[in-house]
């Protein structure tokens, strides 16, 4: 089968470096025989080309993979694959978690596919994980440290006890955090991902928007200090639980026992746990990102194909994510304590505090009428 890929970058040449290699006799079914690039200075390899037209429609073509980032013209360009008749495949989490009710219906209306394991956990094979234990059993919620940038600067910041401004420019000067590195800072990468894990998982389309999202970008040494002193390691944790008619789903820093696996995740590492009645918990963990990781699980979609596994064409249903579900205790650091007063269940000092047993949609509710832009919120008991 032909490929046309879509960008030629960090992930895009990776692909084109493993297909080329035909390191494995599954490898050698798939050749690479177009590649789109911004411009005429890019153009590196005879394949190159400037024109999408000379890859979508091209009849030879039969898998347009995308690598591209950004919602547009990506999502358009994967639109018009799939309406031609072209299997698709994806790294590009951002834009599928946008539209991804849009592109799964015009992928079933033509009978085609469309494939992201790249999309989330980067080289860990976390989709496929889940479409093999839906085989046997459901699965009742997941887990995971699906961002390597925020559990770089969290390690770090545990380890050296340095400020979260100063870590945040050591992971992008190693080049872990892009120059604006608000989507992984503010947990907006992590709620992409857990919004497709909630699609394969739970089988259930979601709205993006309505993942209650917390991120990192104001925490500070004192509250790791303070997690360390009750055996707690701060993590930004990525959680959805299947509740039936409704899941919930969030992203949150969150207090990790020190005896949990997750504690021990070190720097830019992800790890991603499901649990299921007859499997129980099974993690997996790996590099969640870089150009041959994320490329190995690009082309492992593109082997499903050749090979009609992962035939995800049915159609999916829509379920209302609902955080009055998820209940726990919260650790939040603000000016404006006394807008709290209701929930708090004990201070730590006059601008900490825990709170008493509540549903996380309560306090969505507090945080979004206390509208501190330095509030810091943690999950306490997770």
């Known amino acids: ?80 694959a799939l309406a031609n008749g072209k299997y698709a495949v994806t790294s590009n989490k951002k834009m599928l978690a946008a539209y991804c009710e849009d592109l799964f219906e015009e992928a079933r209306k033509h009978g085609v596919t469309i494939h992201y394991e ?122 959805a639980e299947n509740f039936g008619t409704s899941v919930s789903a969030f992203v949150i820093p969150s207090f990790v026992r020190d005896e949990d696996l997750f504690a021990a995740v070190p720097l830019n590492f992800n790890i991603i746990e499901s649990r299921s009645e007859t499997l129980g918990a099974a993690a997996f963990y790996g590099q969640g990102a870089g150009s041959l990781p994320t490329a190995h699980a690009v082309v492992q979609n593109v082997i499903d194909i050749v090979k009609n596994q992962d035939p995800e064409i049915n159609e999916k249903t829509s379920r209302p994510v609902n955080n009055a579900l998820h209940e726990g205790t919260f650790y939040v650091r603000t000016d404006k304590t006394n807008l709290f007063s209701s929930v708090i269940d004990h201070p730590i000092n006059e601008h900490a505090f825990i709170t008493r047993r509540i549903p996380l949609s309560r306090l969505d509710e507090i945080v979004r009428r206390t509208d501190d832009p330095l509030l810091f919120a943690a999950e306490a008991d997770a």
């Not at 976390?126 to 046997?136: E, I, P, Q």
Request: aromatic letters at 6%; glycine letters at 8%; one cysteine or more.
């Open 1 to 80: 089968m032909k490929i046309g890929l879509l960008g030629h970058g960090v992930v895009g040449s990776g692909v084109a470096a493993i297909i080329d290699a035909n390191k494995t006799w599954e490898v050698e079914e798939v050749s690479v025989k177009k590649i789109l690039v911004k411009s005429e200075a890019e153009k590196n390899d005879p394949r190159c080309t400037t024109d999408v037209n000379e890859i979508l429609d091209d009849p030879d073509i039969d898998i347009v993979v995308e690598c591209m980032g950004g919602l547009e013209p990506a999502h358009t360009f994967v639109k018009r």
């Open 118 to 239: 790249a999309a989330c956990g980067g080289g860990i094979p976390w989709m496929a994980s889940l479409d093999r234990t839906r085989r046997v059993d459901d699965i009742q919620s997941f887990r995971g440290i699906f961002n390597g940038t925020t559990n770089y600067i969290l390690s770090k910041m545990k380890e050296e006890g340095s400020d979260f401004d100063v870590m945040l420019k050591e992971a992008q000067k190693l080049g872990y955090a892009e120059r604006d590195p608000s989507d992984d800072i503010d947990g907006y990468d992590v709620r992409s991902k857990v919004a497709l894990s909630v699609v394969k998982a739970f089988d259930d389309l979601v709205d993006v928007n309505a993942i209650s999202t917390y991120g990192i970008r104001n925490i500070k040494p004192f509250d790791l200090q303070y997690a360390a002193s009750i055996g707690r390691t701060v993590k930004l944790i990525g959680m």
